[in-house]
């Protein structure tokens, strides 16, 4: 699984969320934020908060939010992979070629690829589990069946999948 986290920090690091925002929404700025009517939703009083410090935005009036990446999926309609593109252009940063591919394929296709993963994980973890087969035995589901029905086993521990 190819990891974008260094080319997402760089690309947040480059671009300011204030600045990006500021194309799209008109932001007043109130102590530490930057406030404006949510691009969202319809309100008459602003309720669309950008931090600077944090680099995030905020509606207190609806409650979207996120960081940049968010902010031009949500407000163009755009895909994560189409929103990456385009900050990484705007900010002069080059995508490695795995991201490039990443990019390419799709978070759907990426997503589907997860669960696949995951699904593989815990149907290995079935037949080893001498506790969950007998279980499964004494209710007549025989081996055949979870394998028809793709059934798994999530072992005893928060992280074993992630590991
Ligand atoms: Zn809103």
Not at 30 to 59: D, M, R, Y
Not at 61 to 69: A, E, L, P, Q
Not at 72 to 92: I, R, S
């Amino acid at each position: 699984m190819p990891s974008y986290d260094s080319s997402l920090q760089e690309i947040k690091d480059r671009i300011d969320i204030v600045d990006l925002i500021s194309d799209y929404v008109s932001l007043k700025k109130t102590g530490q934020n930057w406030k404006g009517l949510c691009p969202f939703h319809a309100e008459k009083t602003p309720s669309f908060t950008v931090s600077p410090a944090k680099q995030i935005f905020h509606c207190f009036g609806c409650g979207t939010g996120g960081d940049i990446f968010t902010f031009l999926v949500n407000h163009d309609n755009l895909t994560f992979p189409e929103a990456l593109n385009m900050l990484a252009k705007k900010a002069g940063v080059t995508l490695q070629r795995s991201e490039k591919s990443v990019a390419k394929k799709g978070e759907k296709e990426i997503l589907l690829t997860i669960h696949i993963d995951a699904l593989n994980f815990f149907q290995q973890h079935l037949p080893k589990d001498i506790r969950a087969q007998s279980y499964l035995e004494e209710r007549g589901i025989s081996r055949d069946v979870q394998k028809i029905f793709s059934m798994g086993y999530a072992p005893k521990s928060w992280n074993a999948l992630l590991n």
